[in-house]
């Protein structure tokens, strides 16, 4: 009941929070163009990777909240925590702090800070990280065969990649800073890269769900 309880509290704060930080993002920050001339032009804010993961986090966790009123749901909120959800949530807190830690001007200049309050860019690229984490320990997860779910997962991560090379192409510039100083062979591999993370997190997330929650009811066989 305690369990329930907690997970129900966390889902609901996940909800809340995301679609908060979507509103915010969306209709509350008013940047000067010359302050960063990319953001309106080619896929507006639909380009940014942490856009597109608050939106796929807001109906995670309202499908995740709503299964726990209606049982019909369990798949598809499985399926989407294995697959998506908690890879690219977790991609997106472990790549975001990681270039900051090197140079916060490759993901986030400081000049954006004026615009984009502290508070705004934790609710964007922090708090997915404890969410997913108490999501993972508070409720059991039937992941799908390693096959079906790493491919939805590798699918994503490719699709997203593929997005930024258009934008790049028909826009003329790289929808984060870190891409510009990369030379070609360098960016090939940083995507590389970032494609490795999302599996390696896909299995992560299938290991840890194993040793929560035990073989049995926690992941079909292959």
Known sequence: MFRSLLSVTLQLAGVVSFAWAIHYQ???IKMPANMSPERMKFGG?????T???MILQFVFFS???LTNFTKSLTKVRDLMF???AFPMGMFVGVIFWSLWAVDRELVFPA???EYIPSLVNHLMHTTVIPLQLGQLMLVKHKYPSRAFGYTI???LCMAYLAWVNIIYYFGGFWVYPVFAVLSPVQRVGFMVVCSALGGLLYLGGELA???IWGTKGGKKKQ
């Open 26 to 28: 969306y209709f509350r």
């Open 45 to 49: 804010v639909w380009k940014y990777l």
């Open 51 to 53: 856009f597109l993961n």
């Open 63 to 65: 499908i995740a909240l």
């Open 82 to 84: 294995a697959s998506a």
């Open 111 to 113: 000049r954006y800070d």
């Open 153 to 155: 997962t590798a699918t």
């Open 209 to 211: 769900n194993k040793i």
